[in-house]
Every structure is written in C-alpha cells, then in structure tokens.
Nanobody, 125 residues
Framework: QLQLVESGGGLVQPGGSLRLSCKAPGFTLTSYAIAWFRQAPGKEREAVSCISVSRGTDYAEAVKGRFRTVRDAAGNTVYLQMNDLKPEDTAVYYC???????????????????WGQGTQVTVTS
C-alpha cells in the first residue's frame, strides 16, 4: 500500500518561500500522478497543483505564477516550491497520488486514492 509522507512545512513571513516534499518510503513515484491540496481552518480542502507521470502540470488560479510542482530526477520525490507566500496560503498541505502510468495529464479534482497526513504551512508576520 502506497503511503505518502509530506515534509517541509513551517512558519514563514509574507513574501517568503517554502519547499514541500512528498515521498513514499519504499516506493518510487514515477508511475503515480501526484497532486497537492490544502485545507485552511474552517474551509474546505482545495486543490493547489498536480503533476502527471510525464511531468505535465496544472495549478489552481490562486497559486499560478507563485507555486511550482516538480519531480526529482530519480522519481522518488515530488516537490511543491512555494514562493511569494501570502497569509491566505496558510493551511495544512496534503500530497495525494493515483497510479496512472499512461496519462500525460493530471487532475485537480480530489479523485486520488492515496493521501498523506499533511504538513502545516503558516504565513504570518
């Protein structure tokens, strides 16, 4: 069973940057579409970004131009690079995955079978 583990969250000032990591101990993620979601207190979970097995990406409007999702060369880790962070980016961030070795695209719909436990990102001055 694939288990996803996020790391890299923390406290940052507005305008700062963080890089989140998503790994699956004992697995490579090369055949999995991976997506990032977030949930702020009192709000519903929302999509942030996704990356397909062929490295195609998609982003929510709220983060376009500021966030970037990439895979490392070995295929073991998916990163969410977050720049120019804003207080409204404060949330628990989750990575999620689906076995999808043939699709060149990914989805921002929460139709993912595997989910991590989340990592807290707090943006405040």
């Amino acid at each position: 069973q694939l288990q996803l583990v996020e790391s890299g969250g923390g406290l940052v000032q507005p305008g700062g940057s963080l890089r989140l990591s998503c790994k699956a101990p004992g697995f490579t993620l090369t055949s999995y579409a991976i997506a990032w979601f977030r949930q702020a207190p009192g709000k519903e979970r929302e999509a942030v970004s996704c990356i397909s097995v062929s490295r195609g990406t998609d982003y929510a409007e709220a983060v376009k131009g500021r966030f970037r999702t990439v895979r490392d060369a070995a295929g073991n880790t998916v990163y969410l690079q977050m720049n120019d962070l804003k207080p409204e980016d404060t949330a628990v961030y989750y990575c999620s995955g689906n076995w999808n070795p043939r699709s060149p695209i990914c989805t921002l719909q929460p139709n993912y079978n595997y989910w991590g436990q989340g990592t807290q990102v707090t943006v405040t001055s």
